[in-house]
């Protein structure tokens, strides 16, 4: 449990001298963006994340669902080291990013490669503008053409430039609840990030804005990885590719979506999808 | 009546008290300002006259013969010590206010930041007092000769240090004054700030220091300019302080930061006894045109804060 099983991974073709199970291996490597082995989280003395193992492929779409204070939020952040900010929190366990283990890594380094988008929206009081461009900004780039090309260019990966165009100098504050977060995707892919990291993105948008969000989230998925939290079971089943399922700081059952929303293997899976609880 | 309406009237009784008071000293103040016109504002020469000679008419007005009234050094002495006070406490009050919203644990937080207000509430005689017996001895025997070694060829710095009273204690004793007031404020403005901005820079791998500066002060610049001003208000007026530290001096503009100085509001006390002396009355009609002066040069700083404010909040509605 936890691992991906052999089934479902692409398997490549053994070549004269390899075997099938090599292909596996190295097709499963290939595949894997996020390995997290063990990890146990403490906040203080409290214990909520217990011997956390899981695999996140690479150029997927990874739902994370679960009843409420579980430790969706918590194991997201810890992915990009966002737990760092909070005290008096512990981490213990392996979190490889491309087999590197990111507690080795600098974190801003980290940061960068692995970007979060929040639950609430939370663009800076600044202009349209000046919010797509603050990580470039921070990361030391003074190119000021280069810095509107990439702003230009995340706003249409975030499906926002259309809408906000003739107003790039603006507050970022006159747009729309779910403009203001696709913003904030946007704000996040102009650093260019592996792997993006969404904390129920949609929780405060109606269902058009939420629909534009999903349709969004499939067309990024080709050039980076998606990991999302969400409450919302047929947002998971719509856009996700994997889901895993928490429940009390434990990670009960991860698979492809499909086979976690039709076929569960354990029974609070299936208790928790069919609305038995949570 | 209605609570609007007793509110209306309270604010109103509040502004019409600030009429009243600024009409009356420049009522009080008139024949002054005829008599000394406009030398009044750019000559150094404060003269009560010969108190025992015989009363003279100048321009219709009846003076001590000898009388001269010109507050040039009272104007620089008052602007050049608080912008001395000013260009050292924003800075450092916008350094502690970072320190104490950002840098502390939370439990110190709390501590550091009573005493912060407890600095700010210290009666300004205090700070005088202690500026008397503690800092103007070590300013005279240590900093100054100090600076004056090292420092000297900057243009202001250099010269003799004399005893320690004079423009550049008045500027720190004014600083420990307002460095609490805008420390306060500014600190209050970024604790209340939402968590999901400090979130949102650190997620984008922006470090502490660039989330205060690049996300965090942006935000209260308005709240930093206004503590400012307030602070400034402060510092132009403050008597008791000043006074004690200042030197007194009397008809000469320091040409360097160590000479003695006076400033508008602790000279209006320092010199009503003697203007009391006078029988024309002409002195004390002439300190009261110096508080008019101080009047005005205050409510042209607010007038500038709000010019600020109101450009700032454009640009804050334009962009941020
Ligand atoms: N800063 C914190 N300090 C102490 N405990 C915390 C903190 N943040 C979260 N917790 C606790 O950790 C547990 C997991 O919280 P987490 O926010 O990860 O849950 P979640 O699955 O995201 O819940 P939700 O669906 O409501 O967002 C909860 O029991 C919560 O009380
Ligand atoms: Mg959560």
Redesign the pocket.
């Known amino acids: 449990m936890g691992n991906l099983t052999e089934s479902e991974v692409i398997i490549g073709v053994p070549g004269p001298d390899r075997t099938i199970q090599d292909s596996v291996n190295e097709a499963s490597k290939s595949a894997l963006k996020i390995a997290v082995g063990h990890l146990n989280f403490h906040?203080?003395p409290?214990q909520?994340l217990f011997d956390i193992s899981l695999e996140i492929p690479d150029r997927k779409i990874t739902a994370l669902i679960?009843p409420?204070?579980?430790?969706?939020?918590?194991?997201l952040r810890t992915l990009n080291r966002m737990h760092e900010t909070?005290n008096g929190t512990r981490a213990e366990g392996e979190v490889l990013l491309d087999g590197q283990d990111i507690f080795a890594i600098d974190v801003v380094r980290l940061r960068r490669r692995v970007g979060m988008v929040f639950q609430k929206s939370n663009p800076f009081p600044k202009s349209i503008f000046e919010n797509v461009a603050y990580g470039l900004k921070i990361n030391r780039m003074a190119n000021r053409s280069a810095i509107a090309e990439i702003v230009e260019k995340s706003l249409r990966r975030a499906a926002l430039w259309d809408e906000v165009k003739d107003h790039l100098h603006k507050s970022a504050y006159s747009l729309s609840g779910g403009q203001q977060q696709r913003l904030c995707i946007a704000r996040a892919l102009a650093v260019d990030p592996e792997v993006l990291l969404l904390d129920?993105p949609c929780s405060a948008l109606d269902p058009v804005a939420t629909a534009k969000i999903e349709d969004l989230l499939l067309d990024l998925v080709s050039s980076c990885t998606i990991v999302i939290?969400t409450?919302n079971m047929q947002q998971a089943a719509r856009v996700a590719d994997y889901t895993g399922f928490?429940l009390l700081g434990k990670l009960i059952e991860f698979n492809k979506t499909d086979v976690i929303f039709k076929n569960p293997a354990q029974k609070e899976t299936e208790d928790y999808i069919t609305g038995r609880f949570g | 009546m209605n609570f609007r309406r007793f509110t209306a009237l309270l604010a109103s009784v509040v502004a019409i008290v600030l009429v009243v008071i600024v009409v009356f000293l420049a009522a009080y103040a008139w024949p002054a300002v005829r008599l000394n016109g406009f030398h009044f504002l750019i000559d150094n020469s404060w003269n009560l006259g010969r108190q025992y000679g015989t009363p003279i008419t100048v321009h219709g007005q009846e003076i001590l013969p000898g009388a001269h009234y010109g507050i040039l050094f009272l104007i620089a002495g008052t602007l050049l010590s608080t912008a001395i006070a000013l260009a050292i406490a924003v800075p450092v009050g916008v350094g502690a206010a970072l320190f104490l919203a950002e840098g502390v644990p939370p439990i110190m937080r709390s501590w550091l930041s009573f005493f912060v207000e407890l600095l700010a509430a210290i009666p300004s005689v205090v700070f005088g007092l202690w500026g008397y017996v503690v800092v103007i001895p070590f300013l005279g025997h240590h900093l100054f000769p100090f600076m004056i070694k090292w420092l000297g060829f900057i243009p202001f710095f250099g010269g003799t240090p004399g005893s320690g009273y004079g423009l550049l204690t008045s500027g720190l004793v004014l600083t420990l004054m307002i460095v609490p007031l805008i420390t306060a404020t500014l600190r209050d403005a970024l604790v209340s700030q939402p968590a999901s901005l400090r979130e949102a820079a650190v997620a984008l791998g922006a470090s502490r220091f660039e989330t205060m500066w690049t996300v965090l002060m942006p935000a209260v610049r308005r709240v930093l300019i206004g503590s400012s001003i307030l602070a400034t208000g402060r510092a132009l007026g403050e008597t008791m302080a000043v006074l004690m530290v200042s030197g007194n001096a009397l008809n000469i503009l320091p040409n360097n930061i160590y000479q003695p100085i006076s400033t508008m509001a602790s000279f209006i006390v320092s010199q009503l006894d003697s203007a009391m002396q006078d029988p024309t009355g002409m002195a004390v009609r002439s300190l009261a045109e110096v508080a008019l002066v101080l009047c005005l040069i205050s409510i042209m700083v607010n007038g500038l804060a709000r010019v600020l404010l109101y450009y700032e909040g454009r640009q804050a509605a334009r962009i941020a």
């Open positions: 906040y203080g409290r909520v679960g409420s204070g579980c430790g969706k939020s918590t194991f909070v129920e939290v409450h928490f």
